[in-house]
């Protein structure tokens, strides 16, 4: 149980597009969802939390216009990186805390490679 | 906000040794959890475990909340447990993570 899925899995884009990667609890029914960033051989950096029906709360340094996150179920939210550039280019990991059982244990999705030449 | 220390940095182990890794955090915690991050970048999760101890298999934890540490114990490690181990804890009042820099593990036939 407790399986989150991302897509894609990876993609590459050019500079100035946009892309939007999907994060889906398969099994459960998600209140909180997480995005984290991540760059080679370094931690997770926590960039929002999103509930569903309300508004993501962004990480201080985190540009809320150009990483759009939309929660519209309890088991779908969505990042878009906006107008992409080749700093964007990282690994954007996702994750969704159940609705029953413990409110803060989080289960993590496989991850998006993100390349923007 | 809070701190969180991994150690050892890298650590290097003959297939069939033991290990322990160790997780530092500066504040009390209503949450810690240890996760094994494979070679994909999929993080598993291994415990979820901000106080006592749990054990799973080949792994098992401690957290001693109250002395602000806990322990990610391997025995007879495999070339399969090879990896980045994460430590992340939350603080009360918040459902955020916060990670700690990891244990990069690497177990040599």
């Known amino acids: 149980g407790a399986v989150v899925s991302q897509h894609p899995s990876w993609v590459i884009c050019k500079s100035g597009t946009s892309v939007k990667i999907e994060c889906r609890s398969l099994?459960?029914?998600?209140?909180?969802m997480f995005w984290y960033r991540q760059f080679p051989k370094q931690s997770l950096m926590l960039m929002a939390t999103s509930n569903e029906g309300s508004k993501a709360t962004y990480e201080q340094g985190v540009e809320k216009d150009k990483f759009l996150i939309n929660h519209a179920s309890l088991t779908l939210s969505t990042l878009t990186v906006t107008s992409a550039h080749p700093e964007d280019s990282s690994f954007y990991i996702c994750s969704a805390t159940p609705s029953q059982g413990s409110p803060y244990e989080q289960y993590f999705g496989p991850g998006t490679r993100l390349t923007v030449t | 906000g809070i701190q969180v220390e991994q150690s050892p940095p890298d650590l290097i182990l003959q297939e069939g040794a033991n290990s322990t890794l160790r997780c530092n955090f500066s504040?009390?915690?209503?949450?810690l959890q240890w996760f094994h991050q494979n070679p994909w970048g999929q993080l598993i999760n291994l415990f979820y475990i901000p106080s006592g101890t749990k054990q799973n298999g080949r792994l098992s934890a401690t957290t001693v909340a109250t002395e602000r540490y806990s322990l990610l114990y391997i025995s007879s490690s495999q070339t399969t447990d090879s990896g980045v181990y994460f430590c992340a804890v939350g603080v009360a009042g918040s459902y955020q993570l916060t990670f700690g820099k990891g244990t990069k593990l690497s177990v040599i036939p």
């Open positions: 099994d459960f029914q998600a209140t909180t």
């Open positions: 504040d009390s915690v209503n949450n």
